[in-house]
T-cell receptor, first 115, second 109 residues
Framework: EAEVAQSPRYKITEKSQAVAFWCDPISGHATLYWYRQILGQGPELLVQFQDESVVDDSQLPKDRFSAERLKGVDSTLKIQPAELGDSAMYLC?????????????FGPGTRLTVT | GIQVEQSPPDLILQEGANSTLRCNFSDSVNNLQWFHQNPWGQLINLFYIPSGTKQNGRLSATTVATERYSLLYISSSQTTDSGVYFCAVATGTASKLTFGTGTRLQVTL
């Protein structure tokens, strides 16, 4: 069964350092999402791609976060510099199209700890 | 934005018991999904159910879109059912999911 892949699974970094996460969606899924989940809360959208284009990045802290999906397949989310408050689970999801009628599938996530 | 509320926030069951989890939402939706988050943080898809009723083994779900709520039924619970259950919805022309606050379920022997 096809799955969303993410790496690394765990990352510990010091504040002010740069960190990057990678996501490979299910093959054929045009829409890719990055969510952030703070401990004890539900995930919240950071950025959404339709193919290689950003559809929604309204909740992305653009002063330190960046995301790209250059070829419309896999994606990278970067934080520079990391802050203590960035400690969270970063989840990638994909769906077949941008339509709101398609099911989203999530990867295993990257758990980030900033010290 | 849309509000999603789940109840109860916490639930402790003995193995073999049945339970009902509820999700209320404040606006019409075009997508509603139920997830189980396991202890490692993985979100497992349970149901894609913007309306109607579905069943999968010991789990079933019903969404009454006109009344803006969804229910997840767990029958004959097992210890492996423990974890956090999330309801998530999409509304309007956006496809992003807005998650509820979750129900933390613990199934004991």
């Amino acid at each position: 069964e096809a799955e969303v892949a993410q790496s690394p699974r765990y990352k510990i970094t010091e504040k002010s350092q740069a960190v990057a996460f990678w996501c490979d969606p299910i093959s054929g899924h045009a829409t890719l999402y990055w969510y952030r989940q703070i401990l004890g809360q539900g995930p919240e959208l950071l950025v959404q791609f339709q193919d290689e284009s950003v559809v929604d990045d309204s909740q992305l802290p653009k002063d330190r976060f960046s995301a790209e999906r250059l070829k419309g397949v896999d994606s990278t989310l970067k934080i520079q510099p990391a802050e203590l408050g960035d400690s969270a689970m970063y989840l990638c999801a994909s769906s077949r199209q941008g339509s709101n009628s398609y099911e989203q599938y999530f990867g295993p996530g990257t758990r980030l700890t900033v010290t | 934005g849309i509000q999603v509320e789940q109840s109860p926030p916490d639930l402790i069951l003995q193995e073999g018991a049945n339970s009902t989890l509820r999700c209320n939402f404040s606006d019409s939706v075009n997508n509603l999904q139920w997830f189980h988050q396991n202890p490692w943080g993985q979100l497992i898809n349970l149901f894609y159910i913007p309306s109607g009723t579905k069943q999968n083994g010991r789990l079933s779900a019903t969404t009454v879109a006109t009344e803006r709520y969804s229910l997840l039924y767990i029958s004959s619970s097992q210890t492996t059912d423990s974890g956090v259950y999330f309801c998530a919805v999409a509304t309007g022309t956006a496809s992003k999911l807005t998650f509820g606050t979750g129900t933390r379920l613990q199934v004991t022997l």
